[in-house]
């Protein structure tokens, strides 16, 4: 008998014959899949219909350096199911998946206001956690630093 | 008629979580909600990545003044699988004594907010009353009411001494019959009944859609409890129901806290009566190694997530927490539409977004400059009055 994991692994390798991606259960109840971001929405299509998810946990972004790190959360048939992407730091653009999961809209906010990513086709781009007036650039950058003063040990 | 915009909110100094709600109203009925966060923006993900883990141990916990503890078991979670360790089984029941613990007082803290907000204030008297008893016993084991302090990296910090499980054991026993009370009251007394039953509708088909989480979830069939579909701490080994209800509506959201309540009673019980033998923490290195995990536990107000990227320093590459309250704010919107304006004290109660968020309310009428400036407690005060003259009592 097969493993929920090893179930879901082996749609997603089916469904997705010619897309260059990369999967890894790291462990019980956690996939890891790696793609391009050009094959980004894609493979939501594919989590959406052949597998039946409507439910988004959430968006993580980071910086990398050169590039910007972006993972997308599910909660499939109780395994977390991460699609991992990256997108460069002078081409900060990514698809929206709003059309495909509503529940994106937040999430996909947030990472355009703290890290200045754009999700292309996003409906309502307002800022979601920093004040309209804010002009202090992109806090969760590395390259960001408080404003003047003291940062209490802060780097 | 011509849509009025009212919003509401951001905030009052002495509440917590401002929110602003800019509500579109044609004639009494909601046609449209935008919602705006941030007034509490703190930085907490870029702190933390200042901060050495022992550090955020204690800056995780204060993310939260009432789900404190779901955070900083998260955090320690997420470290403890970077480290690929397993901490003492007496450990484990002591969190999760924790965080049954946390939920009821929480759950308890709701349901005098909800009754606060119909204006049945002798239910929040009760139940606030009887928040105490679990507050004291939180107390009595960890030193704290709040921000319990409880956890460390590999275990947690203090012990249950055979002394304090029985006194644990005689609140749950208080509590049990209390709540029994509250069932009671919840299911037939007409002061809830009139306001919640039938408002603040969530259809399943729009809560998944949403992606919401928790009791406001389950209040729309959705079947789903990360403590039962991803376990973490000893909820595999103990036994417990997940609440759902098919309503959809308020009442469904405090039918489904309410059973909660015997449930986390029942789990409780269940850890005092097989508390294990053994250590309760272990030594663990300053150092992270290089790595990433991702976890989540069911907070009281639902799913709380948390991902770690720990890059072989003391301190964190990327932390990143996704709240329930977050996730469950594109449903708020929903379950206003076509809801009175009247209502939108108690749906948005209903949530259990850590009330208290929008103090100061603002009308607005199209085309006029002069805004006029209410109160939350007037809003409030509105809405028993429209229920009081379509006949309600």
Sequence with gaps: ?155 | MAHVKIPIGPQHPALKEPENFTIVLDGERIVDVDIRIGYTHRGIEKLMETRTYTQNLYLVERICGICSYAHVCNFTQNVEEILGISIPKRAEYIRTLFYELERLHSHYLWLGVAGHEIGFDTLFMYTWQDREVVQDLLEMISGNRVNYAMNAIGGVRRDVSDEQKKKVLEGMDYLEKRTQYYKEVALNEQTILARAEGVGILKPEVAKRLAAVGPTARASGINVDIRRDDPYASYQETPFEVITTDTCDVLGRVVVRVLEIFESIKIIRYLMEHLPAGEITMKVPRKIPEGEAINHVEAPRGEDIHYLRSNGTEKPERYKIRTPTLANLPSIAEMLKNSYLADVPIVVAAIDPCMGCMDRVLLLKEGKDHPELIEWERLRAYAMKWYAEKGWK
């Design chain 1, 1 to 155: 008998m097969s493993s929920k994991e090893d179930h879901i692994r082996d749609i997603l390798q089916e469904k997705t014959k010619g897309i260059n991606l990369q999967i890894t259960v790291k462990r019980d109840r956690r996939i890891f899949i790696n793609l391009l971001r050009e094959d980004l929405k894609k493979v939501a299509e594919i989590l959406a219909e052949d597998l039946g998810t409507q439910h988004i946990s959430t968006i993580t972004a980071r910086d990398t350096g050169n590039n910007f790190e972006i993972l997308y959360h599910f909660f499939i048939d109780h395994v977390m199911v991460t699609l991992r992407t990256t997108c460069p730091r002078n081409e900060p653009t990514v698809d929206s998946l709003v059309s495909i999961f509503p529940g994106a809209i937040l999430y996909e906010r947030e990472i355009h206001d703290i890290l200045g990513i754009v999700p292309t086709k996003h409906p309502d781009l307002r800022r979601l956690v920093l004040p309209e007036d804010w002009s202090g650039g992109y806090p969760l950058r590395k390259d960001w630093k408080p404003e003047g003063g003291d940062t209490n040990g802060a780097r």
